[in-house]
């Protein structure tokens, strides 16, 4: 209880941290607009002044659909290569590869040239909703291989579903406010918030991997040690990261396949897609009203209970203790009201995150999960259960208004499946012969890094030449959007 007790407590540090740096972060966006608003003329002679100007430009919504057409030429079988890597490199991970497909659809396969925005902001949605699309295709895939799947080490299924239940609904009440703050910031903006908290996450998560290297390797030179003395057989020999439980098996590192009728925890998948299909439908109908009139707040409004009633329940099954988080080895948890607190509000960051950049949730939920204490198969599985509905929800509704050619998206949605399907045998293959889990840490270290430095620098270089151009790079007004 003490070693929990202490992991529980560096994440709720962890959380904390995270969510201060978003709130101060947009703090200090806010105020650069307001600093810019009150710039006074007497320094418009100035050149750093002369910025200031553009700033201050009247901000017009314009968007323009460009959809090439589907031709097997250069562009669509690089774009193809990139995207079959990134989604099997995200599947595995569990943040499925939105960083990489967007900047991909974009800059390679010539999604919105004319109007290059690699962040994915709402005034250019083409290549967000193929790569909605191609994270939903993985994602599914992906969940699809997980279902009959148990626990590397309990007698439990590999996806923590009440975790799912927990975080999922916050998830998708955090994608609502991350889509009109993508509505309202600027590039320059997203591009800052986008590089720093992705370079922490994917710092957290590569040290993540590296303690959990070492202990494997003392854990693989105790258990040589123990079978030399008693000699005693290896390949049955129990990987053990966490403490001994009655519901530890002997198979190491394997992950036994079961039926997924008898796998699934049908009572909370159900109430996951009662949310699903509850806010879709607040969605459906929120698109098709006025921006800013009664009946759009009302809608936005009524997420807000249904999302906080359900992760409101289990908070206080786990509260009381009659549900528990178990995937991390430890029976009893006792979980206190500002942690539960804490990990819904980062369950709505993640959301956030994804509406906010045209991303799954998972480079959020994915080291947060790590930080609990999860092992990294039950981790990647869990945040890509999770992410597979708010995806999933944005493919739906990118359909509906239109914003992707079907033949494009039909096409890299099955690249994204058989990358995914490709990654996840591979790498449990791997993990089963090195005996070493890690390997899942570093490689959703490695895709949040390289989304990091895709995304950031597109954006970047798209800042770069809106400034030149003199365009307008304030807050925009929601108020005017179209959806």
Known sequence: MAEIGLRLKALTGYAVGVISFLVLAFALLASAEQILNGTSNDFESGSFFKLFNVLLQEGKMHYQHFWPELEFGWRVIVGSVIGFFAAAFGSVGGVGGGGIFVPMLTLITG???????????????????????????????????????????????????????????????????????????????????????????????????????????????????????????????????????????????????????DNVYWKDFIILIAVWVILLVLHFFKNYTSTCSTTYWILNLLQVPVAVGASGYEAVCLYKGTRMVMSSGEAVITWKVHQLILYCCCGILAGIVGGLLGLGGGFILGPLFLELGIPPQVSSATATFVMIFSSSMSVVQYYLLGRFPVPYALYFVAVATVAALAGQYVVRKIISIVGRASVIIFVLAFTIFVSALSLGGVGIADTIKRIKEGRYMGFDNICEYKP
């Not at 040589?224 to 005693?232: E, G, H, I, K, P």
């Not at 057989?233 to 997924?260: F, Q």
């Open 111 to 261: 999604f919105d040239p004319k109007t290059s925005t690699a962040i994915s902001k709402c005034k250019n949605l083409t290549s967000t909703a193929i790569s909605k699309c191609m994270i939903t295709g993985a994602a599914g895939a992906t969940v699809y291989y997980n279902l009959k799947l148990r626990h590397p080490i309990l007698d439990l299924p590999i996806i923590d579903y009440d975790l799912s239940l927990l975080l999922q609904p916050m998830l998708l009440l955090g994608i609502s406010i991350g889509v009109v703050l993508n509505i309202l910031f600027a590039e320059w903006m997203v591009t800052v918030l986008l590089i720093i908290l992705f370079i922490v996450t994917s710092t957290r998560s590569f040290f993540k991997g590296v303690e959990t290297w070492k202990k494997e390797t003392i854990i693989k030179k105790e258990v040589s040690r123990r079978l030399t003395s008693s000699n005693a057989g290896a390949e049955d020999a129990a990987y053990k990261l966490l403490p001994a439980d009655p519901r530890v098996r002997n198979e190491g590192y394997k992950t036994p396949e079961v039926s997924i009728v």
